[in-house]
């Protein structure tokens, strides 16, 4: 299992970041995938996924803000965030995710660390 995200850092609220996940061909090519993302003492949670189809779904406190695709011919999966809020201050990685938004694989990858400031 190979997930490797990249294109976080720190911004100002309000502004936007582009996140990108290469995924191994493996997990890419039959797998719906999702973004995740942990703030510190909490859970992880689901932010967004995509299937192998296009359709996507989003979590409540990101939808209208973020974009979620992918590019199949590279393996990767592209999260785009705007109007960004403190609360979105977290890691973010990307997983294959299953029907009901659970990770399908254990093994995380690297992931990248986004910073909202207010």
């Known amino acids: 299992v190979q997930l490797q995200a990249s294109g976080g850092g720190l911004v100002q609220a309000g502004g936007s970041l582009r996140l990108s996940c290469a995924a191994s061909?493996?997990?890419?090519?039959?797998?719906?995938m999702g973004w995740y993302r942990q703030a510190p003492r909490k859970e992880r949670e689901l932010v967004a996924r995509?299937?192998?189809?296009?359709?996507?779904n989003y979590a409540d406190t990101v939808k209208g803000r973020f974009t979620i695709s992918r590019d199949n011919a590279k393996s990767t999966v592209y999260l785009q965030m705007n109007s960004l809020k403190p609360e979105d201050t977290a890691v973010y990685c990307c997983?294959?995710?299953?029907?009901?938004?659970?990770?399908?694989?254990?093994?995380w990858g690297q992931g990248t660390q986004v910073t909202v400031s207010s």
């Open positions: 997983n294959a995710a299953l029907w009901d938004g659970r990770p399908a694989f254990g093994s």
């Open positions: 995509i299937t192998t189809g296009g359709r996507t």
């Open positions: 061909g493996s997990i890419f090519s039959f797998n719906a």
